[in-house]
């Protein structure tokens, strides 16, 4: 999925190395129309890299390098831009721990900017007090179903989902994979069927139905909406190899959502 494809404008910050890696992402992203020009470069440290064996059935395992994402902190974050935005994003929070994730969530939800953040790192019960200050912090928190259920030792996914919403997460959005989303919060659970395609590569699905979904809220859309647009961009793309496969806009991803058939599993 190419970022901002479904209409938001988009700019990033964090850190990448002073290394061909870097170089190469800072320009595909600059070609995509993302603004780089919050990117902070790290001298002597590797630019973040993931390898991503993909098995028959579209599924993969994934060996993450961190790098330059560990050299990242509040004290680098550009409070002042990010005030000044609708929406804020976080990725993987667990790097930086909950305590300096919150310091750069906390002033971004005082200046009224919407907060999000997903995980990177698989659900481990340690991980949940880590990344606990940042929680009240959060309006929404979009993880996979096994990190809920590893984070939480909850004996469903909804326990799982409602546990985090009473650490102060405002909403719970999870990804199920061939079942679609839940979405949980203090009002509401909500079910969300996955749509009807033949996957080729679910890498990216999780990055997908996050982008779709914050995209639904930033338009006014209600939860289960919101929810449906995060499944429709996972399914297209799910259709084809590599995180960015599919270029299409939001009204493309509309009609599809709106005729093709959706998924019943249990």
Not at 55 to 70: E, K, Q, V
Not at 177 to 206: H, I, K, M, N, Y
């Amino acid at each position: 999925m190419i970022p901002g494809s479904l209409g938001a404008t988009v700019r990033t910050a964090g850190a990448v190395g002073a290394d061909p890696i870097g170089d190469l992402l800072l320009s595909m992203l600059a070609g995509y129309g993302v603004d780089t020009s919050l990117v902070v470069r790290r001298d002597g440290v590797q630019t973040s890299a993931s390898v991503l064996p993909i098995r028959p059935d579209g599924s993969r395992p994934a060996f993450h390098l961190p790098g330059a994402n560990l050299a990242y902190g509040p004290d680098d974050a550009p409070h002042t831009d990010i005030a000044r935005a609708t929406h804020l994003h976080l990725g993987a929070p667990e790097l930086m721990g909950g305590e300096n994730a919150a310091k750069i969530l906390a002033p971004a939800r005082a200046a009224g900017v919407v907060a999000s953040a997903d995980l990177l790192v698989p659900g481990d019960p340690g991980v949940l007090p880590w990344i606990a200050p940042a929680l009240s912090s959060l309006d929404y928190l979009l993880p996979n179903d096994e990190q809920v259920l590893g984070l939480t030792g909850a004996a469903t996914l909804e326990d799982g989902a409602r546990a985090l919403v009473e650490r102060g997460v405002g909403c719970v959005a999870v990804t199920r994979g061939a079942r679609g989303a839940l979405v949980v919060t203090a009002d509401e659970v909500l079910t969300v069927p996955a749509f009807a395609v033949e996957v080729v590569d679910s890498t990216g699905c999780g990055d997908a139905f996050s982008a779709g979904f914050l995209r639904g809220v930033g338009l006014g859309r209600p939860l289960r909406d919101a929810a449906v647009l995060g499944c429709a961009a996972a399914a297209l793309v799910a259709q084809g190899l590599g995180s960015d496969h599919g270029e299409f806009d939001l009204a493309t991803a509309d009609s599809f959502a709106a005729g093709v058939p959706t998924l019943d599993v249990d």
